[in-house]
């Protein structure tokens, strides 16, 4: 079992859908959750960073974590057609230095 | 602010040759991390470094991957005899401070090297 599991997508929505994305993960010892935005031929950018469980709001953005469930997800509302890139759950101990990343899900949404 | 700094973009190599990936870090960052991205799938951790020193490699090769990060100059992934599983895009992070502190809130990502193996 890989340590996060990410839905692979591609996922295709119309113009101002709720988005929702998720990670699952197996190793106990994460605290720290992040999702990463990517771009093509782009390095990621940090979208939302969360420590433990409960969720964090900005903007068109919300992000929860259920570490009963080991479970993360990202809501995006009001979707842009600015908003397709790859988007990347990472999450870390907090007391080592890796990141370990989903595979990533590809969002396209159509004007 | 310049952002982390990678270069260069693009790099092609023959099978056997020796790859060179460099990376400055931000303005005020001192630690150093390598990612690599294959095709189809995520971020892999490969090395943690501070100025002269490695914190932790767990995630490189054992063979013919190395890494440093010197007093002076950018930090540098160095790869020998590349083969062709090693095309995929390399990318450096830099933070202020250790992982410990930020749990990777502090990482902030370099636009990559995309490497090709001939």
């Known amino acids: 079992q890989k340590e996060v599991e990410q839905d692979p997508g591609p996922l295709s929505v119309p113009e101002g859908a709720i988005v929702s994305l998720n990670c699952t993960y197996s190793n106990s010892a994460f605290q720290y959750f992040m999702w990463y935005r990517q771009y093509s031929r782009k390095g990621p950018e940090l979208l939302m960073y969360t420590y433990s469980s409960g969720n964090k709001e900005d903007g068109r953005f919300t992000a929860q974590v259920d570490k009963s469930s080991k479970y993360i997800s990202l809501f995006i509302r009001d979707s842009q057609p600015s908003d397709s890139a790859t988007y990347l759950c990472a999450m870390s101990a907090g007391a080592n230095s890796k990141l370990t990343f989903g595979k990533g899900i590809t969002l396209s949404v159509r004007p | 602010n310049a952002g982390v700094m990678q270069n260069p973009r693009h790099l092609v190599r023959r099978r056997g040759q020796e790859a060179r990936l460099r990376c400055s870090p931000m303005?005020?960052?001192?630690?150093v991390y390598w990612y690599r991205q294959l095709p189809e799938e995520g971020l892999k951790f490969m090395v943690y470094?501070?100025?002269?020193?490695?914190?932790?490699e767990s995630g490189m090769p054992k063979e013919r991957f190395s890494a440093e990060f010197p007093k002076e100059g950018p930090s540098i992934l160095r790869i020998q005899q590349v083969v062709r599983g090693d095309s995929a895009a390399y990318f450096c992070?830099?933070?202020?401070?250790?992982?410990?502190?930020?749990?990777?809130?502090?990482?902030?990502f370099g636009s990559g090297t995309r490497l090709t193996v001939v």
């Open positions: 470094l501070q100025k002269e020193n490695i914190i932790d």
């Open positions: 303005k005020g960052h001192s630690h």
């Open positions: 992070a830099s933070s202020p401070v250790g992982i410990r502190e930020t749990g990777g809130g502090g990482y902030t």
